[in-house]
C-alpha cells in the first residue's frame, strides 16, 4: 500500500528560527502532496497543495513567504516554516494520494513547538 | 467557501453501546470520505461514498451518504476500546484534488 513518512515527528525551535520538514512517498510517485496544520482539539486545516515542479497553490489566509514549500521531486515535498512563532506551534501533516486510490495517505505528522 | 460540520463534537459510549456521527454540509458534495485519527496519530482513510443514498459497511461500521449528498453518517455498532479517536468526514472540491475535513467528532469509549 501506499505510505508517505514525515521527518521530524516532533522538533522543538527557538522563536525567529526557521524549520524544516520533510515528507516524502515511499513507495509511489506523487505529483501532488497536500500540507495541513492541525491545533489541539482541532480539525486538520488545508495549507497548501504542493505540485512537483512548479509553486505551491495556498489557501487562504497562509502565508506563503512564512510557509515555505518545496516538491522538487517525485517523492519528497518540504515544508519550511521560517521565522517561527510561537503561534506557530501545531501539528503539521502531509498528505499524498496514490493514483488510482480513493483516499489519501498520511504522514505522521510533526509536532513542532516553537518556544 | 465549502464548510462541513460534524455533530457532536464530542461523545462519550460505554463499550458495547452504538456511536454514530453526522456530517452536515451548506452544499451538495460530490463525494465524501471518512478518517479516523487515532489520539497522538494521523488520519486514516476507511471509506469513501459516491452516489446518492449509497450505503456502505466495514464491519461494525455503517457508512451512509444523504440522498441530497449533502450529509452523511458513519454508525458503529456495540463499540469497542479500540474505536477511540477521532472521526472526521472530508470532501474533495468538485474537479479538484484536495481534500477539506469537517469538524471531527471525537469518540471515547469507556470500558
Known amino acids: 500500500g501506499a505510505v508517505v513518512s514525515q521527518h521530524p515527528s516532533w522538533v522543538i525551535c527557538k522563536s525567529g528560527t526557521s524549520v524544516k520538514i520533510e515528507c516524502r512517498s515511499l513507495d509511489f510517485q506523487a505529483t501532488t502532496m497536500f500540507w495541513y496544520r492541525q491545533f489541539p482539539k482541532q480539525s486538520l486545516m488545508l495549507m497548501a497543495t504542493s505540485n512537483e515542479g512548479s509553486k505551491a497553490t495556498y489557501e487562504q489566509g497562509v502565508e506563503k513567504d512564512k510557509f515555505l514549500i518545496n516538491h522538487a521531486s517525485l517523492t519528497l515535498s518540504t515544508l519550511t516554516v521560517t521565522s517561527a512563532h510561537p503561534e506557530d506551534s501545531s501539528f503539521y501533516i502531509c498528505?499524498?494520494?496514490?493514483?488510482?486510490?480513493?483516499?489519501?495517505?498520511f504522514g505522521s505528522g510533526t509536532r513542532l513547538t516553537v518556544v | 467557501g465549502q464548510q462541513v460540520m460534524q455533530i457532536p463534537q464530542y461523545q462519550h459510549v460505554q463499550e458495547g453501546e452504538d456511536f454514530t456521527t453526522y456530517c452536515n454540509s451548506s452544499?451538495?458534495?460530490?463525494?465524501i470520505q471518512w478518517y479516523k485519527q487515532r489520539p497522538g496519530g494521523h488520519p486514516v482513510f476507511l471509506i469513501q461514498?459516491?452516489?446518492?443514498?449509497e450505503v456502505k459497511k466495514q464491519k461494525r461500521l455503517t457508512f451512509q451518504f444523504g440522498e441530497a449528498k449533502k450529509n452523511s453518517s458513519l454508525h458503529i455498532t456495540a463499540t469497542q476500546t479500540t474505536d477511540v479517536g477521532t472521526y472526521f468526514c472530508?470532501?474533495?472540491?468538485?474537479?479538484?484534488?484536495?481534500?477539506?475535513f469537517g469538524t471531527g467528532t471525537r469518540l471515547t469509549v469507556i470500558p
Open positions: 498528505s499524498a494520494q496514490l493514483q488510482g486510490n480513493y483516499g489519501y495517505t
Open positions: 472530508a470532501s474533495l472540491l468538485t474537479g479538484a484534488n484536495n481534500l477539506f
Open positions: 452544499t451538495t458534495l460530490s463525494n
Open positions: 461514498l459516491v452516489k446518492s443514498g
